[in-house]
């Protein structure tokens, strides 16, 4: 009303006055809730969600001196292998060192195995700095060693350095390629394939680029099997209302841990091709194997042993990153992407995209290198490196199996194996009556049970709602990470939490 | 394309009823049809083609990494290989990357990286021990002690204490809440993500954000691909690119016929055009955004590259709140800084925060959902924020090397900023406004109209027509000035300042002739 320029702003469509609580006249914000991006609030992350949420507050609350029912949080939600006490391996992080400060490449402690990695990191980058841009798709020396790993990986099937980008994390690399799919309006638009369980990166991604998500459901009973027919099933419907373009999967599973059998991928490759999808392999828990009898293939390696009807026709995008495996170097940011078969115009877009945010974090490309150019037999660091790494494994394969064990005496709990990866996605019985609470509180029911038992016990894990499950089901992530001491007390407290829940609410 | 992949990989065995068959189906089921490529065999259509794939990515532009440099890379390979070329070297003055050109580090911060990387070198004691205890508070911050433990997404709570109270020193005790402070992958990232919240509406309701003319072409990049309205103000070049409200108040007018204006980037220091805002301009465009209700962005990364004398920077923030409540306490704000600028030159780290002023707290909950996706900027670039916020003290042993080595650094930028400067404006046909501040010159270059009519006949911009024979005839790379937005009928370039001296000199010295040789030539 004392605003001389109020009429105008009316007249001119401007954000209106609004009375505020106490009468008072205030100004509309700008950007509210009502205004703000439509996409953005259809994103989803549970991995960091309100559960997480409140256990920052509790340990503010506890720190503060709050009496609660225990004395720690453990936040068993996110696959964070340093913050659970793993140590880095030793050799990374003396060539970081290095890196970071060519004073020390004089100093006579660290190993010339050390020396030599910094010194050819170094020389790639622009004036012998990690200070400077890297090219937009990466260090064209760690694109080089990157493509040299995945021969090696896959029992010398070729790659080409130029199908290598470098990435923040592997997820930057997943949203990339997806944003490029995206097209179409109504009917046509593009529909993006993913398991459910899933990781909830590629709901959230789906949601803001606007894509539809079609969700193609594991087979519990099968130990989290993927299977041909259901893939059918989903992409049969979804041609109804979208356009499917793009298949998803995860190998090593997130948060199911199963790992694929070749004849599974095999199959998948020629479903993809059959239904003229694109294929998107995360598989950044390519090291993290533990189940007798299974082993790591990956979706590149299948392909061209496929031979060339599929090997030159099937395009494919597959993700690694340093985040995961026996280094866990979440901090960091390192991933890279390799392309398969993907057409020429589409690449320079790609590439084009890209140079916009510039370049992916050095160090995190450094840390890249170091991972898929590691100590070679005869070098300085190599005995420490192989023993370090081994030691994480081996701790992780004991931890897998543990967790399993410890969940499945458990009335109420049923566990599949943790084949691989870093995570049991245990299937919980809720009771009737607790499932109605939650009801009516507005809670899906294992959101319920998981945030009771962060306020009883600390232990923060993720409701299996956060990754998608079977109607009627229920579940809970939690990472195999904390120190095997540490892991059995909080299995114990996991185990009486849940006798005392089921008890509570029976 | 089709042509070139029809080229290389040679046609493929099929069964010639399988085909027929599946591509009966596929055509039933609304697949990607079979294509014929040029000569003339069938081949399978990709899933992601460039006719198939997202529109608005394809209409991205991002100028400083665009055609010319990529031209520039072929030619550094071709000199490597031994071709010969008219110079012995490609130097890339397009891009703010100072170490590239040879600008060192801060010795402290990297000491302090070094540390942090690998916390064995604690015990080492040729460390200074206030790098020891920048590392013990950095690590202490970090899940188990370890720079490779993800942060929260909003960045680690003790950095962005001190990012916080940086700013309150910096705005002469300001108050600033490190709630507000979210640390990012670089400036970009923070910029592109503000730019996302807030896009909405169709048609005329379609978001307008208005941005400088000439821009940094991030601005035009994200917009692009947002599907958001691009809104452009010229600068006023015969001002030393000032920024003039009657101009605002045009663009904004203009724009309310087609779109719903909500959102005012400034990028003060400028770039590509190198002009301080002063204090009083700064209130007047918070008073035009407050009137228009605009949120606005506050780009100012390059907040230590100021050299003209007689020009101080002034942050957004400080003049807001100096404005009194009406405006410190309804002006929705969001600035944004790096540790890519200033006299680090730290690109490579993708270090950065931003803080929002009144942002609306439903809002700023969906903003730390979105960034929790991306789960947390690299924590080593987190790290080196909190150093170029957290500097060495007057009494800690660094305090001299480190001040003595930022004042080089900056001195030599004001000494090269002259130099560029007076080296260009004795070109004829180059005419060059004083390089206040940042890290570029963009001067107007008149290009001769029968280069103009050359350049139009190879269906480009005139001025990249310039750039790309500079950049075949002397090696150089500069951007053209149609990559950040000019007024029709005028030409520039950009260049960076940071080549060292005598490099620079020599650089300037090859422009000029060029120059000369270009206009002679198209006369």
Redo the contacts between chains.
């Keep these: 009303m004392f605003d001389p320029?109020s009429q105008c702003?009316t007249r001119?469509?401007?954000?209106k006055e609004k009375m505020s609580e106490n009468g008072i006249m205030s100004?509309a914000?700008?950007?509210?809730?009502d205004?703000?991006?439509?996409t953005?609030?259809k994103?989803?992350?549970a991995?960091?969600?309100p559960i997480v949420q409140r256990a920052?507050e509790l340990e503010r609350e506890l720190s503060e001196g709050m009496k609660k029912p225990f004395a720690e949080v453990i936040k068993a939600n996110?696959g964070?292998?340093?913050?659970?006490?793993?140590q880095?391996i030793t050799f990374f992080?003396?060539v970081?060192?290095?890196c970071?400060?060519p004073e020390?490449l004089s100093?006579s402690t660290f190993p010339e195995d050390a020396k030599s990695r910094a010194c050819r990191i170094l020389q790639s980058?622009?004036?012998n700095?990690?200070?400077?841009?890297?090219?937009?798709q990466g260090i064209d020396s760690v694109r080089q060693d990157v493509a040299r790993y995945i021969e090696r990986r896959d029992g010398g099937v070729a790659c080409d350095p130029d199908n290598i980008y470098l990435t923040?994390?592997a997820?930057?690399g997943i949203?990339t390629m997806l944003?490029?799919?995206?097209?179409g309006e109504g009917t046509t638009r593009t529909g993006v394939m993913i398991p459910i369980p899933q990781y909830p990166?590629y709901s959230?991604?789906l949601a803001?680029l606007g894509a539809v998500q079609i969700d193609y459901f594991l087979n519990e009973e099968k130990c989290w099997s993927l299977d041909i027919t259901e893939l059918q099933r989903a992409v049969n419907e979804a041609?109804q209302y979208c356009?499917p373009?793009?298949l998803c999967i995860i190998n090593p599973g997130n948060p199911t841990g199963q790992v694929q059998s070749r004849q599974c991928i095999e199959d998948v490759i020629r479903f993809a091709a059959?239904?003229?999808?694109?294929l998107m392999a995360d598989e950044v828990y390519q090291d993290n194997v533990y189940a007798e009898g299974c082993q790591f293939h990956s979706f590149k390696k299948v392909l061209f042993e496929m031979g060339?009807?599929y090997a030159?026709?099937v395009?494919l995008a597959s993700f690694h990153s340093t985040s995961k495996c026996y280094?866990?170097?979440?901090?960091?940011?390192g991933g890279y992407m390799e392309i398969i078969?993907?057409?020429?115009?589409?690449k320079d877009?790609l590439t084009?995209?890209l140079?916009?945010?510039?370049?992916?974090?050095?160090?995190?490309q450094a840390l890249m290198d170091l991972v898929v150019n590691p100590p070679q037999p005869g070098e300085p660091s190599y005995g420490s490196f192989i023993k370090e790494r081994t030691a994480t494994l081996s701790a992780l394969a004991e931890k897998a199996k543990l967790t399993e064990q410890v969940l499945n005496t458990v009335q109420g709990i049923s566990c599949n194996p943790v084949q691989g990866a870093m995570y049991s996605f245990p299937r919980i019985t809720i009771p009737e009556k607790a499932v109605k609470e939650a009801t009516e509180k507005g809670q899906q029911p294992d959101m319920f049970y998981c945030m009771k038992m962060l306020e009883e016990t600390g232990i923060c894990l993720v409701p299996g709602s956060g990754f998608g499950q079977k109607d009627g089901t229920y579940h809970f992530r939690m990472t195999i990470l904390p120190p095997t001491d540490k892991l059995k007390i909080l299995l114990n407290k996991v185990k009486e939490f849940h006798q005392r829940f089921t008890q509570q609410y029976s």
């Design positions: 320029y702003a001119r469509g401007l954000p100004r914000k700008v950007l509210t809730i205004t703000m991006n439509p953005v609030k994103v989803e992350y991995v960091r969600g920052v996110i964070d292998a340093h913050a659970m006490g793993q880095p992080r003396q970081l060192a290095l970071s400060y020390l100093d980058c622009g004036g700095s990690m200070g400077a841009y890297s090219a937009s923040t994390g997820s930057d949203v944003k490029l799919l995206v097209c990166l959230a991604a803001e041609r356009n373009r793009a059959k239904e003229r999808l694109f060339p009807e030159e026709t395009e280094m866990g170097e979440c901090g960091f940011r078969n993907m057409d020429d115009e589409v877009q084009k995209l140079s916009v945010r510039l370049c992916p974090p050095v160090p995190g």
